[in-house]
């Protein structure tokens, strides 16, 4: 049995990723805000008997230091590890150009997607390295915001951060027991893609169960995609 760690995992791609991860019957802990629709999921994962999540209703735009510290020792203590982590949650505000762009958003933006993922790499890398066996950190990135980058403001400069965030840290631990993974996913289904793309027929795109699916069959089974990258190995030739 593992325990995994999702961040943004109340709906979407969170949500599927959680429903992957339950049916081996491993450790959750659900991160997101919004605590009635984390309830829900809850429920869905208890009534197929699959596990009993932890719920966390952490809201990372309002956590501070102090948070992310009793964090890692609440986890320490009721797991004492950690074998995967997602970070997978962020906020896309409505497309804007950078002229228009409301400072007090754009804030608000990087502080979500960018500067509490930097919380959470720092509190669980301790307990990802207590680990018997290879554990797996995984950044949910977005194809679009190098392909389209126009307009997506904050948005596509915080998921630019990630993405360098986790090269870094994956850089500076090339020999711990943790593979580092830059999922740079396309389209799929979820609430806040028909919000950017009202016209657009989302039945022409994969469904977020089955983008959860191809992430777990990439990270826990080391198939190979281009959309998603292992860090490791350019890690590991830098520092012979």
Same mark, same amino acid.
């Given at each position: 049995m593992s325990t995994y760690l999702i961040t943004g995992a109340a709906q979407g791609l969170g949500r599927a990723l959680a429903l992957g991860l339950a049916s081996n019957n491993n450790n959750l802990i659900l991160f997101d805000k919004d605590l009635e629709a984390l309830n829900l999921v809850y429920d869905e994962l208890t009534t197929k008997g699959d596990c009993e999540p932890a719920l966390f209703p952490m809201d990372l735009l309002g956590a501070n230091i102090d948070h992310y510290g009793q964090l890692q020792e609440t986890l320490r203590s009721e797991y004492g590890q950690l074998d995967g982590v997602f970070l997978n949650a962020a906020i896309l505000p409505a497309f804007t150009p950078i002229e228009f762009f409301d400072y007090k958003q754009w804030y608000e933006v990087l502080h979500t997607n960018l500067?509490?993922?930097?919380?959470?790499?720092?509190?669980?890398?301790?307990?990802?390295?207590?680990?018997?066996?290879?554990?797996?950190?995984?950044?949910?990135? &977005?194809? &679009?915001?190098?392909?389209?980058?126009?307009?997506?403001?904050?948005?596509?400069?915080?998921?630019?951060?990630?993405?360098?965030?986790?090269?870094?840290?994956?850089?500076?631990?090339?020999?711990?027991?943790? &593979?580092?993974?830059?999922?740079?996913?396309?389209?799929?289904?979820?609430?806040?893609?028909?919000?950017?793309?009202?016209?657009? &027929?989302?039945?022409?795109?994969?469904?977020?169960?089955?983008?959860?699916?191809?992430?777990?069959?990439?990270?826990?089974?080391?198939l190979h995609s281009e959309d998603i990258s292992k860090l490791n190995d350019d890690a590991a030739q830098s520092s012979d």
């Open positions: 500067n509490a993922n930097f919380h959470l790499i720092q509190q669980c890398l301790p307990l990802m390295k207590n680990g018997e066996t290879t554990s797996q950190l995984v950044a949910i990135l &977005d194809q &679009d915001t190098e392909s389209h980058p126009a307009y997506y403001g904050a948005y596509g400069v915080a998921k630019a951060g990630l993405e360098q965030l986790m090269v870094t840290t994956a850089f500076e631990n090339p020999s711990d027991n943790i &593979d580092f993974y830059n999922a740079k996913l396309g389209a799929f289904q979820s609430a806040t893609r028909s919000r950017q793309f009202p016209s657009e &027929d989302p039945t022409l795109l994969p469904t977020a169960e089955a983008m959860a699916n191809h992430l777990l069959q990439i990270v826990l089974e080391g």
